[in-house]
């Protein structure tokens, strides 16, 4: 819809629209502005899928392949395309267990904290949290965000155990294991919604 002053004719209206027309499309189609505008996935090849903050692209095979292939890009067979937002979500949480495993540990003993166990699963509601008996849980969907928010979400959620509340001493603790912690919550903020409604 396009709103112009009274008795402006159509023909100076269509010229004005025809030379913004980039600046529109690309005003309309922006990623940050309009994240919950993405479309879920078809996974069809060419479509791209996240992981771990980068865009790669999808490729759907005729080749046998076991559940999903990543080798510099993504690959499924043909026949497991029904199934392929189950199989995504399978590989997701195989490699959020064992990044998220990893990176607790670390920073775990940077921080001289202990806890019970990593737990990953599809939450919906909460990137991540903390239980009174020490658990860690997070997100699956977390995986597609780089590897920096990732950190962030883990170092926030050991700082818990330190800290239960969003204090000054809070931020300080985190800040101390992720210096851009300012920039990771911004990212999540911007890109929350894609992360969770792509597939
Ligand atoms: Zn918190």
């Known amino acids: 819809m396009v709103r112009a002053p009274k008795g402006m004719s159509e023909e100076v209206i269509r010229r004005a629209v025809e030379a913004k027309k980039l600046w529109l ?22 479509e791209t899928v996240l992981y771990l903050g980068r865009k790669y692209r999808l ?18 067979s043909r026949k ?13 949480l195989e490699r959020a267990q064992e990044r998220i495993a990893r990176r607790a540990k670390y920073f775990a003993e940077a921080m001289g ?4 166990r990593v737990l990953i699963s599809d939450l919906r509601v ?14 699956w969907h977390i995986m597609k965000a780089p ?8 170092v926030h959620e050991l700082a818990h155990l ?17 210096p851009q912690v300012e920039w990771a919550k911004e990212w999540l903020r911007r890109n929350g919604g894609v992360l969770e409604v792509d597939f």
């Open 80 to 92: 497991n395309q029904p199934q392929a937002a189950r199989l995504f979500c399978q590989w997701y």
């Open 126 to 139: 909460r990137w991540s949290s903390c239980t009174p008996k020490s658990n860690l849980n997070f997100n």
């Open 113 to 116: 904290v202990n806890y019970n």
């Open 147 to 154: 590897a920096s928010v990732i950190d962030y979400l883990v």
């Open 25 to 46: 499309y690309q005003k309309v189609n922006h990623e940050h502005k309009y994240p919950t505008r993405q479309q879920r996935k078809e996974f069809v090849s060419g």
């Open 59 to 76: 490729q759907v095979s005729d080749e046998d392949v076991a559940g999903v292939a990543f080798r510099s890009h993504f690959v499924i």
């Open 162 to 178: 330190l800290e239960a509340n969003h204090t000054p001493r809070f931020w300080n603790v985190v800040s101390v294991q992720v």
